[in-house]
Structures are given as structure tokens and as C-alpha cells.
């Protein structure tokens, strides 16, 4: 087992993953690809690739890095919300991807411009989704190069500006199709990464697998004070954790433009339904494996190596420190190359989808008429300056003491997508919901989630409701104010999911 952390062949595996991921981006960026295709590919790329890459770009560094740490220091709780994917998923297929690949959504708030005939509806949601991607690249590469930095000793403005170039390259020139195939690498590593380490975890415990569920078995599972259910549904809960993470990640899927992104490169519902699936599967596996980890840590280092440095060693570092001290030499660089391409994926799909999200949302409201020539040659120099943005804030954050700061603005920017998910769902599920309503929904739902976000204490309202309490305001206020409106318009065809039925019998549809 390696006891000095980081070796130089732990270098060179870190080294050499970096440029087969830089050769493959390149790779897949031979065709000179142009509008559409550089925004939603070719369709070429296959269903399962897209679906491992929804999988990378949802597991951040920061869940990498810390899940292990919850059920270490805690229980598996939190392990619960990884199960809400059997909410959001199935609403996902059955409600809103059949609509997405009728209309052949260009991004993600191209659907509430066609179902409320708003172009300011457009913008703002776009408005919305890139200033929560800035904030959220900056921390994706600060965060995780801070922490490799410690266990490596390079300095961690190298490896902020590495992972920012890398991702920066093959982002500005393969557009969509470099992004999910290289997301697929990334997915791969890390999958097979961590399954690896949780073996050698068992390896080193005396009793191995069976300790682990012993320990599960004593309080290490649910703790005494967890309820599984609480009658008041905004405290957290087993119940809570399940069905409010579920809308969380629901709003994720249906309005987040790095995830719908992915459903725009195909309308064969075939085919999204089977991404939906596969990235559930993948997100309770590795989420089970990580929580795994953190209770055989908890066994290794609590309960049978007390006098080891690391029983000491904070929640959130406990995994990475497992990883430089006890795997074997080699196994620590390709961990800490998992690690990396968790902070990769999530970032070169933000610098893609910032970039089809102003260049499709924006630009094209501000300057009619652009050709695909135009619109490639603008997304590229934004991935580019998105892309610097990101790794100059990011070197900033590294040098400064922003923790504070940090923890409001991502509380803060957490709301977003709740938010929008309302309006979505507003437009999806009511005919007669128009304008009007979808801005009162996205006003009012805004205003009572900062206020239940920085108003209360933050015991009153499980964080896990908040989807979950902004969809329902949303619906609760947008539909009496459409009803209310002057506008008596109905819902354009195939927006709603009274048109549902019509979509699936279609001939041409696969799934009819």
C-alpha cells in the first residue's frame, strides 16, 4: 500500500489521463460542424453515450468529494435522495420528452418562447441558467483543484488553469459531440475508478463486506432520531428526501439547459427514454458505492484503526485521503484523475450549454437572422471567454477567504432551477396557462423561496422541499392569473400533455 500519497507514477497516470482526454475531444472534433450540428450534433452519437454523459455532468467534484463524508460522519440519510430519481424520472419520460422531441426544442427555454409565445420568457430563463452555470464552473474548478493540490503538492493555479484549458479546447471545437463523447470517458473512469477502491476498502477491513453491513445494521443505516416519515412534510424525512429530491432533480432534468441539451441531440423517444434509465441506474449505483466507502472508512478508521492519522481527518477529505494513503501506487493516480474528470465533465458542459444558451436564447433575439456560420463562430468565442471567466474567478476563490461567500451564493443559485422548473411545469400541465400567469409564477415563486431561503431559520424548511414548494406556487398563482388575463389564447399543438396521446400515435413515433 502507498504511504508517501501522490508518487511519480501517480504523476504520470494523472498526465497521461489529461492528454487521452484532450486527444479524444480533438477526435471527435475532425468535422468541421456548424449550427445545429455543433449545438445538437450529428446523430451519430449513440444513446448510451448521452445517457453516461447526464451521468458525469450531474456528479460533481463536490458530491465526489463529500458523499463518502456523509455516511462516514453520519448515515445514509442523504442517500435516500438519490432514490427521487424514481420520481423524476418516470414524470420525465412520461410528461415532458415526448413533447421536447415534437418540437424539436433547440434549447431548453425554445419550448417557453413556443408554449407562451414570449421571447422575454426565453431570455430571462436563459438569463437565469447562465449566471447559475458562471458561479457554478468557478466552484466546480475551485473546489476539487484546492483539495488536489493539498494531496498532490501542485500548485493549484496549474491545475485550475489545466482543467480550464482542457475542457476550454475541445468544448470551442467539437461543439456537443466532443463534449459527450469526452463526458463518456470521464463517466467511465470514474465509475470504474470508484468501484475499484471500494474493493480495496474491503480488502483492508478486517472482515471486509461483512463488517460494513454489520455496521449498517448499528445505527449507521438510519440513526435513531431519522424519521421515516414526518407529518410535517417540510421537515426532512425519509419520505421528504425521496419525493423532494425527486422534484429537485425533476426540475434539473426539464429545465436545465447542460441536461435537456443532451435530449435535443435525438427526438427518438426510443432512445431518451432508454438515457433516462441508464443514467438512474448509473446515479443509485455509484451513489450506493460512495455511501459504501464512507461506512467501511467509518469501520477502517473508527471502530478498527482508532490511532490512524486519518480517524482524525475531516468528513470531506477523508475519502481523498483513503485514496493517497492506503490505495496501491498507480490506483491513487487513477483516482485522482476520477476525481478530475468529475470537475471536467461538469465544466466543459457548462461552457457548451452557456454557449447555445446565448447564442440560441439571446443573440438571436438581439440580432435577427444569423446564419450558422455566425451562431458557431459566437458560441465558440464564448466557450472561450466563459471559459478564461471561469478559471480567473476560480484562481481568485483559491486565494481568497470566500467560504461564506461561497455558501450564499450557491444556496442562492441552488433556487434557480426550482424556480424555472414552475414555469415549466405551468406550461406543460395547464392549457389555459398563458404569459401572464408564467411570469406571476416565476415572480411569486421567487419570492417565496428567497424569503423561505434567507427568511427563516433554516430548521423551519427542509432544503429538500424547495422544488417541491416553488412548483406548487408556481401552478397555485400562474393558473388563476392566466384564468384572470385578458389573453384567451389556447396552448400552441403539442405543447401541453393533453397532447400527449396525439404524439404517441403518431406513426413516426418509435414508442407509439
Given amino acids: 500500500m502507498s504511504t508517501s500519497g501522490f508518487t511519480t507514477i501517480d504523476f504520470a497516470i494523472l498526465v497521461v489521463y489529461l492528454l487521452l482526454v484532450l486527444f479524444a475531444g480533438l477526435f471527435f472534433s475532425k468535422k468541421d460542424m456548424e449550427g445545429k450540428e455543433f449545438f445538437k450534433g450529428d446523430g451519430s452519437i449513440p444513446w448510451y453515450v448521452t445517457s453516461v454523459s447526464i451521468f458525469a455532468t450531474l456528479l460533481s467534484p463536490i458530491s465526489f468529494l463529500t458523499l463518502a463524508g456523509n455516511s462516514f460522519a453520519g448515515s445514509w440519510m442523504l442517500w435516500f435522495a438519490q432514490l427521487g430519481m424514481i420520481v423524476a424520472i418516470p414524470i420525465t419520460m412520461k410528461f415532458f420528452l415526448p413533447i421536447y422531441a415534437k418540437l424539436d426544442i433547440d434549447t431548453a427555454y425554445d419550448y417557453l418562447e413556443r408554449r407562451f409565445d414570449s421571447k422575454g420568457l426565453r431570455v430571462i430563463g436563459s438569463l437565469m441558467f447562465i449566471i447559475f452555470q458562471l458561479g457554478r464552473m468557478s466552484i466546480i474548478m475551485y473546489l476539487p483543484s484546492v483539495a488536489l493540490a493539498t494531496l498532490t503538492g501542485i500548485s493549484v493555479n496549474i491545475l485550475i488553469i489545466v482543467m480550464g484549458v482542457i475542457a476550454i479546447i475541445y468544448s470551442y471545437t467539437g461543439g456537443i459531440k ?20 471500494l474493493f480495496f476498502l474491503a480488502r483492508d477491513i478486517n472482515g471486509g463486506f461483512g463488517e460494513i453491513f454489520s455496521a449498517l445494521g448499528d445505527n449507521k443505516f438510519l440513526a435513531g432520531d431519522e424519521a421515516i416519515f414526518d407529518p410535517n412534510i417540510l421537515k426532512t424525512s425519509v419520505f421528504m428526501m425521496i419525493v423532494g429530491a425527486g422534484f429537485n432533480t425533476l426540475s434539473s432534468y426539464i429545465s436545465s439547459q447542460d441536461i435537456v441539451q443532451r435530449f435535443t441531440t435525438t427526438t427518438d423517444t426510443k432512445k431518451l427514454n432508454k438515457m433516462m434509465i441508464t443514467n438512474g441506474l448509473l446515479s443509485i449505483f455509484i451513489a450506493t458505492a460512495f455511501y459504501l466507502i464512507g461506512t467501511g472508512l467509518y469501520v477502517y478508521y473508527k471502530v478498527q484503526n482508532p490511532n490512524d492519522p486519518g480517524s482524525s481527518i475531516a468528513q470531506d477529505q477523508i475519502y481523498a485521503y483513503f485514496i493517497a494513503y492506503r490505495l496501491p501506487v498507480g490506483m491513487t493516480g487513477v483516482l485522482l484523475a476520477a476525481i478530475y474528470a468529475a470537475s471536467q465533465s461538469t465544466l466543459s458542459t457548462g461552457l457548451n450549454s452557456v454557449a447555445t444558451s446565448w447564442t440560441l436564447d439571446i443573440q438571436e433575439v438581439i440580432t435577427k437572422d444569423m446564419d450558422d456560420k455566425a451562431k458557431t463562430a459566437l458560441a465558440r468565442a ?36 426550482g424556480v424555472l422548473g414552475g414555469t415549466f411545469a405551468l406550461g406543460i400541465f395547464t392549457k389555459k396557462g398563458n404569459k401572464h400567469g408564467a411570469y406571476a409564477a416565476l415572480i411569486a415563486s421567487a419570492l417565496v423561496m428567497v424569503f423561505i431561503k434567507y427568511g427563516l431559520p433554516s430548521e423551519a424548511v427542509s432544503i429538500w422541499s424547495y422544488s417541491l414548494i416553488s412548483i406548487s406556487v408556481s401552478l397555485l398563482v400562474g393558473y388563476p392569473v392566466s384564468l384572470l388575463s385578458p389573453i384567451k389564447t389556447e396552448a400552441p399543438k403539442f405543447t401541453t400533455v393533453s397532447d400527449i396521446k396525439e404524439i404517441k400515435e403518431d406513426p413516426t413515433n418509435p414508442i407509439r
Avoid: C, P, R
Fill in 178 to 197: 466532443s463534449v459527450l463523447w469526452t463526458d463518456f470517458i470521464q463517466g467511465v473512469v470514474l465509475l470504474i475508478g470508484v468501484t475499484i477502491s
Fill in 382 to 417: 464564448i466557450s472561450l471567454g466563459v471559459g478564461i471567466f471561469a478559471i480567473v474567478i476560480s484562481i481568485i476563490m483559491a486565494h481568497s477567504d470566500i467560504k461564506s461567500a461561497y455558501e450564499f451564493f450557491n444556496g442562492f443559485m441552488g433556487l434557480i432551477l
